[in-house]
């Protein structure tokens, strides 16, 4: 048998905010006639906010999935909304979630250092694409650099290092390539890859303007209509009691920083700062790269065209910083491009500049901490050491992602990646390498072929079509960061030149190639013939021919660096 004996709180829907207080112990059961008008009050005044918003009466479960759709800007305003959904656009689930998005390899569990999520949230925004896209790659001069971006939570920092490489194995190997008359000493290449952890590029602590006063909590609902002792009211004119008081504070609007100044180095009087970049428009970017855009520096745009991007910024590595202009740098939030960033640096030097200054004390002892005389005698005018400080040898730093979807390998596409390369007395380098594929024609099998073999002759097809470039993310004076380092035109048939029958190399495909050579400065540059030996999708070599030498590259697992130590 039914019961329909089930309290009037229990038929409201869940989420709503509407909430019944319990009758304070001691008092009548019976209710009395004011009683029955207050909770007549709160029904009518429920049933007016279910009519108002038809959101709230469904199921909290399915509203939490409505809002995980959300922006964190819409996600903000639909918490200001009503007490109800104040709670629910405010869930540390949802707000935990957001934050995951942005920190690749790594589980988000602690919202240190600040309370909530939220506020963790919005204390790294809009710098959280830093440690989303993961790698950043400079031109700071001719040789650039290299950085992987992370948030390490033990600190709740955003930071970057640079990525160094060095090879651990110094011995040769001959190899007598067919067709060649003379051998050739093959260079060893074991390469130790690590995070230059000394001396940190990025470190952007929570947003120091980012605080929370002690005594900003925030009243959100009751169902009384009473003043409340602090006098604060919610959108619907309804009060808190101490007991329905949300832990939870509210967001404190802080104003967006084009540039921020970043932790002191410890290196003597080295001072950086993080600038917000904004992107070139398509009639600025004619106009400033008139002329430059078809050689390098390709009027110093970044990344340079060898690198796909929707959008570039203008670049300074190889100019004075007054090159920048206002409109190079992003002055609001809807200004700020998440494909680059800008790192500034320079010299800070305290000097004393002796002023005349009437003090009481004697000439003998100066605190150079205080700047005042350490034992004061009598008065008398004086020449007093005042610090003063100058700026010099500044230098700015223009850095782009890459995305993850260009350097992620594919089964089609296994040679596609990041890699370390052996680049002989300029020691190592980084290099992109990406796949150019045209569609593949329908492979059909022969007659008498089995089914081992035509699975292999359609997976070498797959596989072995189109062009493969290699791009410098890190250069060298000879070739610099953002120029094409090899190419081969084809690895189909058309470039096919041999299977290697020699070790070391045996067993491996040999495609045609083309090498980038220059001169110191990167003038005179040319592409010379030779050889790229696809030995496995994680191990590359390139015969430079008419220099008799053979470099090895090997694949860089970036996500292994995400996760600080």
């Given at each position: 048998?039914?019961?329909?004996?089930?309290?009037?709180?229990?038929?409201?829907?869940?989420?709503?905010?509407?909430?019944?207080?319990?009758?304070?112990?001691?008092?009548?059961?019976?209710?009395?006639?004011?009683?029955?008008?207050?909770?007549?009050?709160?029904?009518?005044?429920?049933?007016?906010?279910?009519?108002?918003?038809?959101?709230?009466?469904?199921?909290?479960?399915?509203?939490?999935?409505?809002?995980?759709?959300?922006?964190?800007?819409?996600?903000?305003?639909?918490?200001?909304?009503?007490?109800?959904?104040?709670?629910?656009?405010?869930?540390?689930?949802?707000?935990?979630?957001?934050?995951?998005?942005?920190?690749?390899?790594?589980?988000?569990?602690?919202?240190?250092?600040?309370?909530?999520?939220?506020?963790?949230?919005?204390?790294?925004?809009?710098?959280?694409?830093?440690?989303?896209?993961?790698?950043?790659?400079?031109?700071?001069?001719?040789?650039?650099?290299?950085?992987?971006?992370?948030?390490?939570?033990?600190?709740?920092?955003?930071?970057?290092?640079?990525?160094?490489?060095?090879?651990?194995?110094?011995?040769?190997?001959?190899?007598?390539?067919?067709?060649?008359?003379?051998?050739?000493?093959?260079?060893?290449?074991?390469?130790?890859?690590?995070?230059?952890?000394?001396?940190?590029?990025?470190?952007?602590?929570?947003?120091?303007?980012?605080?929370?006063?002690?005594?900003?909590?925030?009243?959100?609902?009751?169902?009384?209509?009473?003043?409340?002792?602090?006098?604060?009211?919610?959108?619907?004119?309804?009060?808190?009691?101490?007991?329905?008081?949300?832990?939870?504070?509210?967001?404190?609007?802080?104003?967006?920083?084009?540039?921020?100044?970043?932790?002191?180095?410890?290196?003597?009087?080295?001072?950086?700062?993080?600038?917000?970049?904004?992107?070139?428009?398509?009639?600025?970017?004619?106009?400033?790269?008139?002329?430059?855009?078809?050689?390098?520096?390709?009027?110093?745009?970044?990344?340079?065209?060898?690198?796909?991007?929707?959008?570039?910024?203008?670049?300074?590595?190889?100019?004075?910083?007054?090159?920048?202009?206002?409109?190079?740098?992003?002055?609001?939030?809807?200004?700020?491009?998440?494909?680059?960033?800008?790192?500034?640096?320079?010299?800070?030097?305290?000097?004393?500049?002796?002023?005349?200054?009437?003090?009481?004390?004697?000439?003998?002892?100066?605190?150079?901490?205080?700047?005042?005389?350490?034992?004061?005698?009598?008065?008398?005018?004086?020449?007093?050491?005042?610090?003063?400080?100058?700026?010099?040898?500044?230098?700015?730093?223009?850095?782009?992602?890459?995305?993850?979807?260009?350097?992620?390998?594919?089964?089609?596409?296994?040679?596609?990646?990041?890699?370390?390369?052996?680049?002989?007395?300029?020691?190592?380098?980084?290099?992109?390498?990406?796949?150019?594929?045209?569609?593949?024609?329908?492979?059909?099998?022969?007659?008498?072929?089995?089914?081992?073999?035509?699975?292999?002759?359609?997976?070498?097809?797959t596989i072995y079509r189109g062009s493969l470039e290699a791009v410098k993310l890190t250069g060298d004076p000879n070739v610099p960061r953002g120029e094409i380092t090899f190419y081969a035109p084809d690895l189909g048939e058309d470039g096919f030149v041999r299977v290697a029958q020699e070790p070391p190399f045996l067993g491996v495909r040999v495609v045609r190639s083309k090498g980038h050579v220059a001169n110191e400065g990167f003038a005179i540059d040319a592409f010379i013939d030779g050889e790229l030996l696809l030995i496995s999708p994680d191990c590359l070599a390139h015969h430079?021919?008419?220099?008799?030498?053979?470099?090895?590259?090997?694949?860089?697992?970036?996500?292994?660096?995400?996760?600080?130590?």
């Amino acid at each position: 048998m039914i019961d329909d004996s089930h309290d009037t709180q229990a038929e409201m829907p869940m989420g709503t905010g509407a909430e019944i207080e319990a009758p304070p112990e001691g008092a009548s059961s019976s209710p009395s006639p004011k009683s029955k008008g207050k909770a007549k009050a709160v029904d009518i005044e429920h049933r007016k906010l279910s009519k108002e918003c038809r959101l709230l009466s469904l199921p909290v479960e399915l509203i939490a999935s409505i809002l995980s759709y959300l922006t964190p800007a819409d996600l903000d305003s639909v918490s200001e909304t009503c007490g109800a959904l104040y709670r629910q656009a405010t869930d540390d689930h949802l707000w935990q979630i957001l934050v995951q998005r942005n920190v690749p390899g790594q589980r988000v569990t602690s919202p240190y250092p600040c309370l909530t999520f939220r506020d963790l949230f919005w204390a790294h925004e809009p710098r959280w694409f830093l440690p989303r896209y993961k790698i950043w790659f400079s031109d700071a001069g001719l040789p650039g650099r290299l950085i992987v971006a992370r948030y390490d939570q033990r600190r709740g920092c955003i930071e970057g290092y640079q990525l160094l490489a060095t090879n651990t194995d110094t011995s040769h190997i001959p190899w007598q390539p067919e067709g060649f008359d003379s051998g050739i000493r093959v260079s060893a290449f074991a390469p130790e890859v690590r995070l230059h952890l000394d001396n940190p590029v990025l470190r952007l602590p929570v947003d120091p303007q980012y605080d929370v006063e002690e005594n900003d909590d925030l009243v959100v609902i009751h169902l009384e209509r009473r003043q409340a002792s602090d006098g604060t009211t919610n959108n619907h004119g309804l009060t808190a009691s101490p007991a329905q008081v949300q832990t939870s504070r509210p967001r404190r609007k802080k104003m967006f920083q084009t540039e921020i100044p970043m932790r002191r180095s410890s290196r003597g009087h080295l001072r950086c700062s993080f600038i917000h970049a904004q992107c070139l428009k398509s009639d600025d970017r004619e106009a400033r790269t008139a002329n430059t855009a078809t050689r390098f520096p390709y009027g110093h745009i970044w990344p340079p065209p060898s690198i796909p991007s929707q959008h570039c910024v203008m670049g300074a590595g190889l100019e004075r910083p007054g090159s920048l202009q206002t409109q190079d740098r992003a002055v609001s939030p809807r200004d700020v491009y998440e494909g680059a960033f800008r790192i500034r640096k320079w010299l800070e030097r305290r000097e004393l500049e002796y002023t005349p200054q009437f003090q009481s004390g004697t000439l003998a002892a100066i605190n150079p901490h205080t700047w005042y005389p350490l034992v004061p005698a009598y008065s008398f005018p004086t020449m007093m050491p005042l610090p003063r400080s100058t700026s010099a040898g500044e230098e700015i730093a223009t850095y782009a992602t890459l995305y993850p979807s260009l350097y992620t390998p594919t089964p089609s596409k296994p040679f596609r990646g990041i890699f370390v390369g052996d680049y002989g007395p300029h020691g190592c380098e980084f290099i992109w390498i990406e796949q150019h594929q045209d569609d593949l024609d329908d492979i059909v099998s022969l007659e008498g072929e089995s089914d081992e073999d035509f699975a292999a002759r359609k997976r070498d097809a797959t596989i072995y079509r189109g062009s493969l470039e290699a791009v410098k993310l890190t250069g060298d004076p000879n070739v610099p960061r953002g120029e094409i380092t090899f190419y081969a035109p084809d690895l189909g048939e058309d470039g096919f030149v041999r299977v290697a029958q020699e070790p070391p190399f045996l067993g491996v495909r040999v495609v045609r190639s083309k090498g980038h050579v220059a001169n110191e400065g990167f003038a005179i540059d040319a592409f010379i013939d030779g050889e790229l030996l696809l030995i496995s999708p994680d191990c590359l070599a390139h015969h430079w021919i008419d220099m008799g030498r053979v470099s090895y590259f090997h694949r860089v697992d970036i996500d292994r660096f995400l996760v600080p130590g």
